[in-house]
Structures are given as structure tokens and as C-alpha cells.
T-cell receptor, first 114, second 112 residues
């Protein structure tokens, strides 16, 4: 099991560029989510999904899009990058509705927007 | 509106002593709570959890206490070891939505 994988590990974008952060898991987890980590702010939920075809907004969804066409993949799209989106992004997955809420995290993507 | 708060950004303890990390929450719909540990340049890893129907859960050196009336939980590490030095996040969730909300984190330093 690879667990939760994220690509790329590092990315530098110019303001206004778009990109997609990839996330995949091989644990057949229904629930997947994206967080960003900023100094002093902890981990903030961007978007989450409880299954293929179902997504919902978290605490800080503006400027980000997601889709969930398969159980395994949950990409995060930045439509027009802004310096405020400079952060470390983590993807996570877990089972859903089975009484266990432990989320497994990927290694993160460090994004810099100049 | 921060629903989960860790008011102490950092904590320093001596090896062998107890570390107590605290967390407060505001949403009474939260019915499960977790603690995560994070080393630099790695993703957070699960440490211990507690359901709202319990007030204590132990796993080896780690114990989580939940006080629902005060909307407060704490993580006790006894005895603390230098390898415990990391950032600790508490998180709270609702089984209705599956959403997990994290606190700001507390950096624990355990001195040899």
C-alpha cells in the first residue's frame, strides 16, 4: 500500500497561473479532503468529499476547485494563483460512516506563488 | 470563527516529565476528537482519538481526556521523551458531515 500520495512535492507559480495538485489513495477510502497549513493557522479544511461524485466546501474554499470522479483520486485546482495561496497543502483520506474517523495524510505539496 | 483552538503555541518540558497539551472547541455538534503529531516536512500522523461518549482514552504513554461540559480536551504524555518533540494538532469532527476541523497546533519540545 502506498497510502496517500501527492504530486508534485514542490511547485512555484506566478500570480495568475493555474495548476492542479494531485492526490491519490489506494486504501479504498470513501472520504478525502484537502487542507492547507499556514504558520499560526494550523490546518484549514479547503474542500472534502464523502464519495465519488460528491464534494463540499470546507473552511477556506475560495480560489480552489475540486472534483471526485473516482474513489482513488481527488485533485485540487487553483484557477488563478495568488500570493495568498502560498502554503503547504495536504491531502487526507479515511473511511466514512464506519465509526472510525482517523484520517491518513499525504506528505504534502509546498506551493509558492510569486 | 475558529471552532477548534489550541491557545498555547508552544510547550517545553523536561524528559521524563508529563506533557499536557490543551484544546478547546465551540461547536457542540462535534462528536469525535483526535490528536495528530507532525514532524517537519512530513504529513500529520494520527496519535489517539476519543468519542464524545467517553471521557478518557489511553494508548500507552498517551491519554486523551474529554470534558464535554467545558468543551475542552487535553492530551497527556507520560513520560515525555525527546522523540515526542513535534507539532501536535487537535481535531474535532461531526459524524453527520465527516468534516474534521483542526486547531492551530502546539509545538512541543522535550529537553533531554
Amino acid at each position: 500500500n502506498a497510502g496517500v500520495t501527492q504530486t508534485p512535492k514542490f511547485q512555484v507559480l506566478k500570480t495568475g497561473q493555474s495548476m492542479t495538485l494531485q492526490c491519490a489513495q489506494d486504501m479504498n477510502h470513501e472520504y478525502m479532503s484537502w487542507y492547507r497549513q499556514d504558520p499560526g493557522m494550523g490546518l484549514r479544511l479547503i474542500h472534502y468529499s464523502v464519495g465519488a461524485g460528491i464534494t463540499d466546501q470546507g473552511e477556506v474554499p475560495n480560489g480552489y476547485n475540486v472534483s471526485r470522479s473516482t474513489t482513488e483520486d481527488f485533485p485540487l485546482r487553483l484557477l488563478s494563483a495568488a500570493p495568498s495561496q502560498t502554503s503547504v497543502y495536504f491531502c487526507a483520506s479515511s473511511t466514512y460512516g464506519q465509526g472510525s474517523y482517523e484520517q491518513y495524510f499525504g506528505p504534502g505539496t509546498r506551493l509558492t506563488v510569486t | 470563527d475558529q471552532q477548534v483552538k489550541q491557545n498555547s503555541p508552544s510547550l517545553s518540558v523536561q524528559e521524563g516529565r508529563i506533557s499536557i497539551l490543551n484544546c478547546d472547541y465551540t461547536n457542540s455538534m462535534f462528536d469525535y476528537f483526535l490528536w495528530y503529531k507532525k514532524y517537519p516536512a512530513e504529513g500529520p500522523t494520527f496519535l489517539i482519538s476519543i468519542s464524545s461518549i467517553k471521557d478518557k482514552n489511553e494508548d500507552g504513554r498517551f491519554t486523551v481526556f474529554l470534558n464535554k461540559s467545558a468543551k475542552h480536551l487535553s492530551l497527556h504524555i507520560v513520560p515525555s521523551q525527546p522523540g515526542d518533540s513535534a507539532v501536535y494538532f487537535c481535531a474535532a469532527g461531526s459524524s453527520n458531515t465527516g468534516k474534521l476541523i483542526f486547531g492551530q497546533g502546539t509545538t512541543l519540545q522535550v529537553k533531554p
